[in-house]
């Protein structure tokens, strides 16, 4: 079967870094994403990786490795906006997205 | 700015009545999704189609139709509704089988 996996929910202080990770199952690989969503708002995309390594954008960077299904999203110098949920999505042969449940993100100031 | 727009932000129903949910983007997008997500459990695609007049079952589509008849628009409708499917409902669309998906601000229904 299909799977996306990732905490349910982590807190981090404000300034500080924090990783979110993700594993994934899915039949066929086509890339890995990374959302954000707010309380209450739509999804917002943050990252695409289909390559294993390191892409980085500004405050956030995203890794995959392939031969382990893993993918982190990390966040530094935490700011309070911060706080929002964050969904990694697995795209399968099909070029259909396979979603985690999410990961809520607390920041504590 | 691109945009992907639903019709309603907040909308409440009662049991049995038909429910048409729009959903309209602006960027010439060939694919478009409805999802629903409730807490604790993610984004559960409901219908997906990847060009006009065309449409196709996602994971859970019991309950509900869809209709594209202009590429711009993909309505989700729920012919009767049930307070099951109370819950968040998204529409999302994408240029490309490798690009990410857009979505719209949602649309909280409520079946009472």
């Known amino acids: 079967g299909q799977n996306i996996d990732q905490p349910t929910e982590m807190t981090a202080t404000e300034g500080a870094i924090v990783q979110i990770n993700c594993t994934y199952q899915?039949?066929?690989?086509?890339?890995l994403f990374w959302y954000q969503q707010h309380a209450g708002e739509a999804p917002t995309f943050l990252s695409y990786?289909?390559l294993d390594g390191l892409e980085e954008k500004g405050r956030f960077s995203s890794f995959l490795s392939r031969s382990k299904g893993y993918s982190y999203l990390l966040l530094k110098e935490l700011q309070m906006k911060d706080s929002a949920s964050y969904l990694c999505?697995?795209?399968?042969?099909?070029?259909?997205?396979?979603w985690g449940a999410g990961t809520k993100l607390i920041i504590k100031p | 700015d691109v945009k992907v727009t639903q019709s309603s932000r907040y909308l409440v129903k009662r049991t049995g009545e038909k429910v048409f949910l729009e959903c309209v983007q602006d960027?010439?997008?060939?694919?478009m999704f409805w999802y629903r997500q409730d807490p604790g459990l993610g984004l559960r695609l409901i219908y997906f189609?990847?060009?006009?007049?065309?449409?196709e079952k996602g994971d859970i589509p019991e309950g509900y139709s869809v209709s594209r008849e202009k590429k711009e628009r993909f309505s989700l409708i729920l012919e009767s509704a049930s307070t099951n499917q109370t819950s968040m409902y998204l529409c999302?669309?994408?240029?490309?089988?490798?690009?990410?998906?857009?979505f719209g601000s949602g649309t909280r229904l409520t079946v009472v």
């Open positions: 999302a669309s994408r240029s490309g089988f490798n690009y990410g998906y857009t």
């Open positions: 960027m010439d997008h060939e694919n």
């Open positions: 189609s990847y060009d006009v007049k065309m449409k």
């Open positions: 899915t039949s066929g690989f086509n890339g």
């Open positions: 990786n289909v």
């Open positions: 999505a697995g795209m399968d042969s099909n070029y259909q997205l396979i």
